[in-house]
């Protein structure tokens, strides 16, 4: 696959509702982060790094940030194996990624 991939996430709820910060329009609501965090071992050296995105919560004048799905990208370059952890305040999961690059 040459010598970089990229490693597309997906994060979108499974009965079609939007992702959303919390609370309704015009109340106070809060914020909901999404966060990824990934080790990385390339040729013995192990490397962590992490993206999130905050939706923002609803205010007295606003309703919350609201999305269909969110979209991380991974990009490994030289790196022989690493896991990825997904972690919101409305779930977790951890899945183990295995990539070979030439």
């Given at each position: 696959i040459g010598?970089?991939?990229t490693i597309t996430t997906k994060i979108y709820n499974t009965d079609g509702s939007s992702l959303s910060g919390?609370?309704?329009c015009n109340t106070t609501g809060t914020d909901t982060t999404i966060s990824v965090v990934y080790a990385i071992n390339t040729h013995g050296t192990l490397s962590t790094t992490s993206q999130s995105v905050t939706l923002k919560g609803s205010t007295t004048t606003t309703c919350p940030d609201s999305?269909?799905?969110y979209y991380f990208y991974i990009t490994l370059t030289g790196a022989t194996r690493g896991t990825a952890a997904i972690?919101?305040?409305r779930f977790s999961m951890q899945k183990t990624i295995y990539v070979d690059i030439e």
């Open positions: 010598d970089t991939a919390g609370g309704s999305f269909a799905a972690t919101a305040n």
